[in-house]
């Protein structure tokens, strides 16, 4: 009887006014404590996969540093962890391929990475050796021309590259005989600096000034009458880029 008692009690306090409006409260609470967590959950998810940042781990943060240090901007231990270090790197790279330098690897930086989007860089599957190459030749061939004319030359390469023309790696068109002059005279000891390390990179995310061409050519420093006869695309500083 006792049970009983208590339990009707509790069951007229439930039904009255003031019962309902505090099971209301209760419930109400519970509910948005819920939705609360499950929002936070969703938000750290979406962040891990849209993003890496400070405090991010994983298989990306890996790539990312293995880029950054084969690239010169990265010097610390390739484990996985965003840390201070790969901020500061990645900041270091965006700035120097001019965007917004906030240490975030999103996903314009990773295109710049070439770890990213459908670009060439990873289309293609060119590595850091490549890029490095690229860059090289760009320092090499094109110091002095403005940017455009630096990321035209490696467009060039690249455009070779898809020829059927021409071997079919970087590397290949880059050594073949007597391709490029300046590979096998003084200019081949300069080291790609910022500008063509971003020109090269432009080249293979796409960008390619040169309009389609697969040889370029400074008229006041060539003999050459053979080029000299190839249809000319554009002309972009000294260069006249051609069929």
């Known amino acids: 009887m006792t049970k009983k008692l208590k339990l009707t009690k509790f069951q007229n306090f439930v039904r009255s006014k003031t019962g309902k409006a505090i099971c209301i409260v209760l419930c109400a609470t519970v509910l948005t404590g819920i939705i609360s967590i499950v929002g936070i959950d969703n938000n750290v998810t979406e962040s891990q996969e849209v993003l890496s940042r400070l405090g991010s781990r994983g298989d990306e943060v890996r790539r990312i540093q293995t880029k950054l240090k084969s690239l010169g901007y990265f010097n610390g231990t390739i484990d996985g962890i965003y840390g201070v270090k790969t901020q500061s790197a990645v900041k270091r790279f965006q700035k120097s391929v001019g965007i917004t330098a906030d240490g975030v690897a999103g996903n314009k ?45 490696g467009a060039v390469v690249l455009n070779r590259v898809d020829s059927s023309s021409f071997p079919d790696t970087i590397a290949g068109v880059v050594y073949q005989k007597g391709a490029f002059s300046a590979v096998t005279d003084s200019n081949w000891s300069v080291s790609p600096d910022s500008t063509s390390r971003k020109a090269a990179q432009d080249a293979i995310n796409g960008w390619d000034p040169s309009g389609g061409a697969l040889y370029y050519y400074n008229p006041a420093k060539t003999s050459n009458r053979w080029i000299r006869t190839r249809p000319v695309i554009t002309t972009i500083g000294s260069h006249l880029f051609c069929k």
Do not use: C, F, P
């Not at 050796?129 to 030749?137: E, G, Q, R, S």
């Open 109 to 153: 930086t990773l295109l710049y990475l070439g770890l990213g989007g459908s670009t060439a860089a990873s289309a293609g599957g060119y590595s850091s050796n490549d890029v490095y190459l690229l860059a090289k030749v760009i320092a090499a061939e094109a110091r002095g021309e403005s940017y455009t004319g630096q990321v035209a030359v």
